[in-house]
């Protein structure tokens, strides 16, 4: 620790309550679920159940989401339960079938991870074409694995040691990092390829560290990719992100653990340097800000000028009602984050069991929208992020006699196309933009052929 870390750790004692207690950090694992003393509740089928689903899809929960977040008397339709223990409508029929046969046969291992490895293969693990399009190159051509570029202004970093979280959530679109395959992973373990890319590309403005989860990372590692960045060089990145979950599911990272005071110094010495520094905290529920915990995470993090923007997706059996959204911005105001996105869940991995249709998940926006007032209404949505852009359903409407949905892109690969709205046919049952269709009798979307333009260029180089 350097004598200015000493002075600013010193600066920020750690924010507890009477309430908040250091605790260590415990995970479990699919080989620890007989270890965890609530599921002993549950019937045996259930428990084999969960052994069948988290073979395919990563688990891994804590024990500060098991005690403090998690209402056993509510299982198993608690929505942190359902948010981080498997379930079996999570894999398609034919799919859990497959695995529990095998488990039931008394295959071996390797016979079991084989199976489940061509299961995930049929989930969609990196939806969005991120491998092909979202990944730059370098002037050989190869590409920079760990870096996705996919907007103008901004740069995505997997930095290698953030490849994992204090707990996963079950919905997760990037539940592919997780699941041991390299060949499935997006990481990096340079920080000199990152600071080189951003030094050649004067046009990004905006960084957003991302993973898995930058906060598992010791503040030693964070530090070395973001020191660096005060440097005259890159006084064109103005911003600074870090996605993160562990406000909600290991706020005693920014308390009581070993490197949290350097973690705080860091944080408000980017601030303090000039850089916008903000934590993109990953909410699904307002019951993920009650604690005591939760709360003096949020003031500490606050109290090095970082701002805290929350987004989240809308998910079914979790959070689909307007009144949890509602409560979940209100709690956010109240708190000083900043609701950011409501995004509609991704097509991939257990997407059958989370998903809802845009015309429900426009209702439930609206209706939650409603509920609140102009401080929360920040919160943009339903977005798609889908590989042209970020779509929004700004509504439903008629217009000549036909229904519609009106659309318009938040981000998008070509600038040129964002805030133009456009029209798709209503559809009740479509759950992501390639299930909705042109209105008015439109062959195709305005944005399509440069799309397919970009799309054939970017493939062709990845091939």
């Not at 750690?14 to 965890?36: G, H, K, N, S, W």
């Not at 052994?51 to 098991?66: A, D, E």
């Not at 979940?328 to 708190?335: A, C, D």
Request: charge should be negative; include cysteine; proline fraction near 5%.
């Amino acid at each position: 620790m350097t004598q200015q870390t000493q002075h600013l750790a010193r600066t920020w004692p750690i924010a507890r309550t009477d309430d908040v207690q250091d605790r260590p950090f415990q995970i479990y694992t699919q080989r620890d679920l007989d270890r965890i003393e609530p599921l002993t509740r549950l019937s045996a089928e259930a428990r084999f159940e969960m052994k069948v689903v988290s073979t395919v899809l990563p688990f891994r929960v804590n024990q500060y989401v098991v005690d403090e977040l998690i209402d056993w008397d509510q299982v198993p339709d608690d929505p942190i339960y359902q948010l981080t223990f498997p379930q079996r409508g999570m894999l398609a029929d034919e799919h859990f079938e497959r695995i529990a046969k095998l488990y039931r046969e008394g295959a071996d291992k390797a016979d079991i991870e084989a199976a489940a490895h061509e299961v995930r293969l049929a989930l969609n693990p990196h939806p969005a074409d991120q491998m092909e399009m979202n990944m730059p190159r370098d002037a050989e051509g190869n590409r920079l694995e760990g870096i996705q570029h996919k907007y103008r202004e901004t740069v995505l970093f997997f930095p290698s040691q953030g490849q994992t979280c204090h707990s996963y959530c079950t919905f997760c679109f990037r539940w592919a990092q997780f699941v041991g395959d390299k060949t499935l992973r997006i990481a990096a373990s340079e920080a000199r390829m990152l600071h080189d890319y951003l030094r050649d590309h004067q046009e990004v403005t905006d960084l957003l560290f991302t993973g898995g989860d930058p906060m598992v990372m010791k503040t030693k590692h964070l530090q070395g990719y973001l020191e660096p960045l005060l440097a005259a060089e890159f006084d064109h990145i103005q911003t600074i992100r870090i996605g993160t979950k562990a406000l909600s599911f290991w706020p005693h990272r920014f308390l009581g653990a070993a490197d949290a005071d350097e973690l705080i110094a860091l944080l408000e010495r980017m601030v303090k340097a000039g850089k916008h520094v903000a934590l993109m905290a990953h909410y699904n529920h307002w019951r993920e800000m009650e604690t005591p915990a939760a709360r003096a995470a949020i003031r500490r993090i606050r109290g090095t000028g970082a701002v805290i923007r929350a987004q989240g997706p809308l998910i079914r059996h979790i959070n689909d009602d307007p009144d949890v959204w509602a409560r979940m911005w209100k709690t956010q105001v109240s708190l000083g984050i900043v609701p950011y996105y409501f995004f509609v869940e991704r097509d991939t991995g257990a997407r059958n069991y989370f998903e809802v249709p845009l015309a429900r998940a426009w209702e439930i926006y609206r209706g939650a929208i409603q509920q609140v007032s102009g401080l929360a209404r920040t919160a943009r949505g339903p977005s798609m992020s889908a590989s042209p852009g970020k779509v929004e359903v700004q509504g439903v409407s008629e217009i000549n006699g036909e229904k519609v949905f009106v659309l318009r892109f938040i981000q998008g690969r070509n600038p040129d196309w964002v805030q133009r709205p456009f029209f798709a046919k209503y559809d009740d049952q479509a759950t992501w933009l390639h299930h909705l269709k042109p209105a008015f009798g439109e062959e195709k979307w305005f944005w399509e052929d440069e799309y397919q333009a970009i799309r054939e260029e970017k493939v062709g180089a990845a091939a």
